[in-house]
């Protein structure tokens, strides 16, 4: 979320950053004009050198409330449902090219990608990419440097999402699943509301089997596909992504040593043997405990 967590990932091992959530720079920040955004983002990608950096496009709005004058808040009866992440910028486009200049101005000093948060429908990428043209004709008219080539790819955080994975991986450069969003949105439960905390579950077979999914559009596609929800910094669920060929994860940087350590501790033919509870019909509760078993 920002470039001093950049530094602690560094610090603990991390190979890149798989989700810079760019919300937290609109939080309580004073400017969040290109350039104040161009000098976050420039910094974070000169300290990762050629390490790949995801940097997400704004997720406002849902269970992201942010203050700020340039965003207007519509007072929305229900907003986890309402006009947040990629709806919201396409909406205010003037806010989105904003982010996407200072995003492709940026990477020309590291190893940039970008990553448009709560897809449900492929014209939103159509659109997307259509803004990022507009933007790169217009920094090419301004001899401003950029990479032409940043990859554009997609979180996978939708059922939506999910169900089209095959049509969507024609176009995206790369899949990060978030299992936050894909659980709640999949089992309609709010992650944030206690009274059904307990019914939050990622080891649901709707969330499994949707997750096998998308891994599977990607692979038939060839583009990488990582996660990048809580689900991955619990070690034994991490095993379980595994099982289904992720190889790539993206936690909170003080996960990443103890993960490591769970690696270190089983061979790859001991984490395959876990396939066979993927997409398996049985409840979230019985494959948490033969995963606890198994660890
Ligand atoms: C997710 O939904 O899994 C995710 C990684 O995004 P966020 O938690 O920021 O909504
Ligand atoms: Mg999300």
Request: hydrophobic letters at 40%; proline letters at 4%; a negative charge.
């Amino acid at each position: 979320g920002s470039a001093k967590e950049a530094e602690i990932a560094l610090e603990e091992g991390a190979d890149g950053i798989g989700l810079f959530r760019t919300e937290f720079l609109f939080m309580g920040a004073s400017d969040t004009g290109e350039e104040a955004q161009f000098n976050e983002y420039r910094t974070v990608l000169e300290l990762m050198k050629d390490k790949p950096v995801v940097i997400r496009t704004l997720d406002a709005g849902g269970d992201k409330i942010i203050n700020d004058k340039n965003l207007p808040s519509a007072g929305e009866k229900n907003p986890l449902l309402g006009r947040r992440a990629i709806r919201l910028c396409l909406a205010e486009t003037e806010l989105f090219k904003t982010q996407l200049r200072a995003l492709l101005r940026s990477s020309v000093y590291g190893n940039l990608k970008i990553m448009l948060p709560l897809l449900t429908d492929i014209s939103e990428l159509h659109r997307t990419q259509k803004l990022i043209e507009e933007v790169k004709a217009e920094l090419s008219a301004s001899a401003v440097p950029f990479n032409k080539d940043v990859p554009l790819g997609l979180m996978i955080e939708t059922p939506a999402a999910a169900l089209t994975a095959d049509t969507l991986a024609n176009e995206a450069a790369f899949f990060s699943i978030g299992s936050n969003d894909l659980t709640q949105y999949t089992l309609c439960v709010d992650r944030e509301n206690e009274l059904v905390a307990p019914l939050f579950d990622e080891l649901h077979p709707a969330v499994r089997r949707l997750i096998v999914s998308t891994v599977r559009a990607a692979h038939e596609r060839g583009i990488p596909v990582s996660v990048c929800g809580e689900m991955a910094a619990n070690g034994a669920n991490m095993l379980l992504l595994m099982s289904m060929g992720i190889k790539s994860f993206s936690v909170s940087p003080k996960k990443i040593s103890d993960l490591k350590e769970v690696l270190s501790r089983f061979t790859l033919g001991q984490i395959e043997s876990l396939k066979e509870w993927a997409d398996s019909p049985e409840e979230g509760r019985l494959i948490k405990e033969k995963l606890q078993s198994f660890f």
